[in-house]
């Protein structure tokens, strides 16, 4: 597995993690975010449906006590619109409704492709326990990611999300980029407002260091990316305010969710001569949600990964408790040989994984006094790149 970004234990990450000690006490950390459960967050804004469009078959609208109108004027009292003869409901808000900074468009277009861009070269989950932000304030390093990893590996046997990141990195499964708007000028600069777009590509095939970005990357029917970090540049170091992580990690058969909202960025950029931008001692630090953790296991269980499982359902269903009464399915694992000895310790060990990875949470997102997040903190490593546009649908 790839291992570099371990080196990036130097000063700079201390400091790093030190302007998390002073700057995210526990209820700051919270009140940050808004909207820590992603509600409104950017990284998960569906396209507007269009529950606005008429039923068109027969004039059997009247049977809903649909408003006859011959214009929208007829409709004022309702705020409707009028769609062929009948009053209907306001259209439905646009794909930017409620999104910060968000500008309607076809990025394929209107995008700028030329703008400084990285692409991230290295992804590691910190597992030391002892290197990560203070997100409660008590002046301790907070990375309880980096326990409950241990204590699963300990429980489930052959688990290694690092190595499975390296492997997904190395072989194009997982190519994340990032663009910097704000450099577009006059490059990596001093900056008190410093944009950074996080980007899926993938690589150009004839020309190496050259990437296209997926459209999932943006908001539908937008030039927004999903995923955007803004902070300040001093020295060559960029810090962002709190924003969203979301890292889809492609396995055998599933793709797990590692989302962090909220997230911090820090890191040391430098440029190249080309003006793309790399970022060494890179680390993500914040909080995964309890909840979104349950929903890895579940995806895991139902992939193909574990269909000697037959599992349809969901086996963990936490509105029921974090406790063993979670565990709502029992499928058998006879049909599992060693290929699948997650799946078949995740079954056989579920009553004690469940309450394992819900006595780990320490963060209180909701401020409810209730851990609900499990702290993180990632490390990540940039190298430069050159975008060429959008690629395919
Ligand atoms: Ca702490
Ligand atoms: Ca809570």
Request: charged letters at 20%.
């Amino acid at each position: 597995m790839l291992v570099v970004a371990l080196v990036g234990c130097g000063e700079q990450a201390i400091e790093g993690i030190e302007y998390g000690a002073e700057n995210t006490a526990n209820n700051d950390f919270a009140n940050n975010s808004p909207d820590p459960f992603g509600v409104n967050n950017t990284d998960n804004v569906d396209p507007p449906n269009n529950l606005g469009t008429p039923n068109n078959d027969d004039d059997s609208n009247n049977d809903d006590g649909l408003l006859e109108c011959q214009s929208d004027e007829d409709c004022a009292t309702s705020d409707g619109v009028c769609v062929e003869g009948f009053c209907q409901p306001p259209s439905e808000p646009g794909p930017c409704h409620e999104v910060d900074a968000c500008r309607e468009g076809n990025p394929a277009t209107e995008y700028d492709w030329g703008v400084p861009a990285s692409v991230v070269t290295s992804v590691v989950i910190e597992t030391d326990p002892n290197l990560g932000a203070d997100i409660n304030g008590d002046g301790e390093p907070n990375n309880a990611l980096g326990n409950l990893l241990t204590d699963l590996a300990a429980l489930l046997g052959n688990m290694d999300l690092n190595a499975e990141l390296a492997d997904a990195i190395s072989s194009g499964r997982l190519t994340l980029g990032a663009a910097w708007p704000s450099f577009a000028q006059q490059g990596l600069t001093e900056s008190e407002q410093a944009w950074l777009h996080f980007l899926a590509l993938e690589p150009d095939a004839q020309t190496p260091g050259t990437y296209s970005a997926l459209p999932e990357s943006f908001i539908p029917q937008t030039v927004t990316p999903r995923m955007r970090f803004e902070g300040a540049v001093r020295g060559q170091v960029f810090e962002s305010r709190p924003s969203n992580f979301d890292l889809e990690l492609p396995l055998d058969g599933v793709t797990l969710r590692l989302e962090l909202a909220p997230a911090y960025l820090i890191g040391d950029l430098s440029t190249d001569e080309d003006g793309g931008i790399s970022m060494s001692d890179g680390s993500m630090v914040g909080a995964v949600g309890l909840v979104s953790i349950f929903e890895s296991f579940n995806a895991y269980l139902t992939s193909d990964s574990c269909a000697c499982l037959g599992l349809e359902e969901p086996m963990i269903d936490v509105s029921r408790g974090f406790g063993p009464e979670a565990c709502v399915m029992a499928p058998e694992t006879a049909a599992c040989g060693p290929e699948a000895e997650i799946c078949t310790a995740l079954v056989a060990g579920c009553a004690v994984a469940v309450p394992l990875v819900a006595a780990q949470a320490d963060v209180d997102l909701d401020s409810d006094g209730r851990p609900d997040a499990i702290s993180a903190m990632l490390r990540l490593e940039m190298a430069p790149a050159l975008l060429s546009g959008l690629g395919r649908p």
